[in-house]
């Protein structure tokens, strides 16, 4: 695939996942078109992911969200998981991937959008037993390592419905939480061979200028034409997928 188009689809990712989340979805699929599904893909994607979460992290952490000893744990057990799914998908075939994408994109689209249904705050919180809130450390950090798309999700939705904290806080925690697994994942697969640095670094300049687009000139009406603008290039890409 030409890299300036890597870019462009960079742009698309970063500017969708700023605004309505869910920028995964484009960017996995289309490094599964450009080097096959499995391992390489996911590997590279991590370049995107780990930068994107960085970025985020840095806005939230700025505006003094961030509860640094408070998240931690949750942090350290996601990346955990993240090391544990990074090393066990290599040894998983490019067909059961090809069939999980297909699965998971539009699960995780349905998820994006009812997010308002998860971004609440919650009344009358009551805190769950610790072991759900490690198995959602954990777990969420493991989907994130072995596959990636909406892992950022996952770990918020655990993070917020397992502590308490209050919105912004679990948002700023998982985006940590989020930069750390993508990191852990990164530097796993490209121990292994896995990681495709021109393609993720093409990629990832353009979702930085993209996220930097959508932060500055996100609207209501954006908004509006984000979503459907994310459920058609996903359902593009995962025809072409199914194509190939």
Not at 154 to 166: A, D
Not at 169 to 181: F, Q
Request: some cysteine; charged content about 10%; hydrophobic content about 50%.
């Amino acid at each position: 695939m030409n890299h300036l188009l890597l870019s462009f689809m960079g742009l698309l990712t970063g500017l969708i996942d700023s605004v309505v989340g869910g920028g995964g979805l484009i960017s996995l699929p289309t490094l599964s078109i450009a080097l096959g599904p499995g391992a390489h893909a996911i590997g590279t994607n991590k370049i995107v992911g780990a930068t994107g979460a960085l970025v985020a992290l840095f806005v939230y952490a700025r505006k003094g969200h961030l509860r640094w000893r408070e998240g931690l744990r949750f942090c350290l057990i996601c990346a955990l998981g993240s090391f544990l799914g990074s090393s066990l998908a290599p040894h998983v075939s490019k067909e059961f991937f090809r069939f999980l994408m297909i699965i998971m994109c539009p699960t995780i689209l349905i998820i994006v959008w009812n997010r308002e249904r998860f971004f609440q705050e919650q009344e009358n919180f009551k805190k769950p037993h610790w072991a759900l809130f490690y198995l959602a450390a954990i777990g969420s950090g493991f989907y994130d390592g072995f596959f990636g798309p909406g892992g950022g999700t996952f770990m918020f939705l655990g993070l917020f419905l397992g502590t308490g904290y209050p919105l912004l806080a679990s948002i700023a925690v998982s985006k940590l939480a989020n930069t750390l697994s993508a990191t852990t994942a990164l530097l796993t697969y490209a121990h292994n061979g896995f990681v495709h640095w021109k393609e993720g670094f093409f990629m990832s300049a353009g979702m930085m200028f993209g996220a930097f687009l959508g932060a500055t000139y996100a609207t209501q009406n954006i908004t509006k034409i984000i979503r459907p603008m994310l459920t058609i290039i996903v359902l593009a890409l995962l025809v072409k997928l199914i194509w190939f």
